[in-house]
């Protein structure tokens, strides 16, 4: 085992034993390296690792943001291998797409009338509303497609939807190109993501469900993407 994996398997430890918490401070590099036995090199390298986790955050010099702090992030390494894999066509598009309608249809499905999400939902169609650039536009409609996963209160759902974000938003810009007219596709989507918000307000679960769905597929088989997806 290459020694910096001996130090991620020590603050798993300590985190799964709750003698590390969120918002709790790592023991300083000497220390830590005395404690293990290991080089202070290989300590630095276990942090870098946990960094681009997601996991911790590392402050440097005097004060309060001072040291390595646990955080709660696991979005962050999703997303940049998510978006590498998808960059190297590793991970099809098409196939994207059809985890994004897995995924937000069963959070549609589930989602809460009552959750503070949605209100955020609805806040942000209203933005939309007023948004003439593609990409303002496709920056909120990324988020309220967030929103509503947050609405079904799975919070492993909300991470792999966090993750999927900057992929969606990029491949989703990328693909308005083949789009014949920007205009009336984005006003479509609007008029689609009131639907699938007023169906979840209304308790129509099932609806909302099919209504995301269509409303995902039919966007990317107007961009050219295939029925595949």
Known sequence: MR???LVLQ????????????VGGRLPAERSLAEQLGV???????AIRVLEAMGVVRAGVGSGPDAGTVVISDPTAALGSALRLHVATSHLPVADIVQTRV?????????ASPDSPALAEAARLLDQMDGCAGTEDFLALDVRFHLALADAAGNTVVSAMMG??????QDYAGRLTGNLPDWDATAARLRQEHRDILAAINRHDGEGAAGLVAEHI???YAEAGLGGGA
């Open 3 to 5: 020694t910096h994996r």
């Open 10 to 21: 020590w603050i798993e430890d300590q985190l799964s034993g709750g003698q590390l918490v």
């Open 39 to 45: 080089s202070r090199t290989s300590v630095r390298e």
């Open 102 to 110: 897995l995924l937000e249809s069963w959070a549609a499905a589930r």
């Open 163 to 168: 993750s999927l974000r900057e992929a969606i």
């Open 217 to 219: 597929e039919g966007y």
